[in-house]
């Protein structure tokens, strides 16, 4: 699968939140599942910008529009919206970004700006495959892969952000 991210392109940006919450909707409605008012808003304050969030910012952000201030209310949208394909979990930083390929089936990986948490999702099948061939070679058979790259933007960079 060829793709690529806007994330660290000029952009439409409207128009890309616009096109991910449809994808959203259309990804929910054909599995029999809904995008309750709390899941919506926690997809759209990931949409906001091509970045992760961690699991908090995203609650004050839920708490500022009405929706509570306990850690379940996040945590539960949060682990809804990944379950559904609809969000990757950033380990490295602990944090969730929006898929912004929803409902299509994908390996990605993700460059990750230390500096200001903006995240591109890259596709990753040929790097998944290479691991996999090496791992053949040792007997090891991978189940998960996670694949994280951190590093500057070129908004950063052309910022001089220290590396």
Known sequence: MTFSSPAFLPHDHGRCIETALDQAERVVAARGLRLTPVRRRTLEILLERHG??????????LAEDGFGHQP???YRALDFLVA??????????NAFAACLHPGKAHQAAFLICHACNAVAEIPAARL???MEAEAEGTGFAIERVSLEAS???PDCRAAGVPA
Do not use: Q, S
């Open 72 to 74: 379940p209310v996040a």
């Open 128 to 130: 998944r495959a290479a």
């Open 84 to 93: 559904a394909g609809l969000v990757h979990r950033i380990r490295r930083i």
């Open 151 to 153: 590093g500057l933007c």
């Open 52 to 61: 992760a969030m961690g699991a908090y910012d995203v609650l004050e952000r």
